[in-house]
């Protein structure tokens, strides 16, 4: 099971550390993700994280803004997002690919 926290509503410029936090699974065996989608948009690859620290950002518009980290003490998966855009406006999602497990999503907002 994956549980994601920290949306919320910001204005444009702002920031939002998003937590994931895994439970029923070994964690530190998985890489785990974020996707995001907005109505009527298609979801979108963010960034993943293995579970030795090797990232990858697969969306050009979050490099140098979004940041992934893991903490496999605590289960959990963080994305620091920074100087937030109206257009980073979605639900997120963080899954384990290899795993199978998905969050329920949580809402970011951006206002400009």
């Known amino acids: 099971q994956l549980v994601e926290s920290g949306g919320g509503s910001v204005q444009a410029g702002g920031s939002l550390r998003l937590s994931c936090v895994a439970s029923?699974?070994?964690?530190?065996?998985?890489?785990i993700g974020w996707v995001r989608q907005d109505p009527g948009k298609e979801r979108e690859k963010i960034s993943c994280?293995?579970?030795?620290?090797?990232?990858?950002y697969d969306t050009d518009s979050v490099k140098g803004r979004f940041f992934i980290s893991r903490d496999n003490a605590k289960n959990t998966v963080y994305l620091q997002m920074n100087s937030l855009k109206p257009e980073d406006t979605a639900v997120y999602y963080c899954?384990?690919?290899?795993?199978?497990?998905w969050g329920q999503g949580t809402q970011v907002t951006v206002s400009s």
């Open positions: 899954y384990a690919p290899r795993q199978g497990s």
């Open positions: 029923g699974f070994r964690f530190d065996d998985f890489a």
């Open positions: 994280i293995s579970p030795d620290d090797n990232m990858t």
